[in-house]
């Protein structure tokens, strides 16, 4: 996205904002990309990025439709649906709950793809600490966690 001038000269003010919004979404969509060839290479032939994605927005233990809906701010139908794929990919399960709510719960096979993603990310910091200093890539988790707070403040 360009920050100087639109193509009717309209003038464009510089943002960092701006820049760390694009830089962090880069970040996001690399990494993701990244973890999903990897974990393909390990036998995990039908993870995604977008998979991987939502599998992250999951709690370890018990999770509802409509929870997870809220949190993400998409419909329960969406939600459901991407439930029935996981389902199907053997990395979900839905259970009888209370009510009319059914339980979603990691599949072992699910709770070994996060233990494996997660063994790679462990990998990728050391890869990180290697071309960027412990110090440097602790302090932006560090920044990032504290504009989080910052923005969620201002949001309210």
């Known amino acids: 996205m360009s920050t100087r001038f639109t193509k009717k000269g309209t003038p464009m003010v510089e943002s960092q904002a701006l820049q760390l919004v694009l830089g962090a979404s880069q970040v996001s969509e690399s990494t993701t990309r990244y973890l999903s060839k990897k974990l393909k290479k390990m036998g995990y032939e039908r993870v995604s990025p977008a998979m991987l994605n939502f599998l992250s927005k999951l709690e370890c233990g018990v999770n509802y439709g409509s929870e997870i809906a809220r949190n993400i701010g998409v419909s329960r139908q969406m939600i459901a649906k991407t439930v029935k794929e996981l389902c199907l990919a053997g990395y979900l399960e839905q259970v009888e709950g209370i009510g009319k709510q059914k339980e979603i ?33 602790s302090d932006t988790v560090i920044n990032l966690s504290k504009i989080e707070r910052i923005l969620n403040k201002l949001g309210k």
Do not use: C, I, N, P
Request: charged share 25%; no cysteine; proline share 0%.
């Open 105 to 137: 719960l990691f599949t072992h096979s699910g709770e070994q793809l996060m233990a494996d993603a997660r063994s790679l990310l462990a990998e990728l910091d050391a890869s990180l600490v290697k071309e960027v200093g412990d110090k440097s890539l």
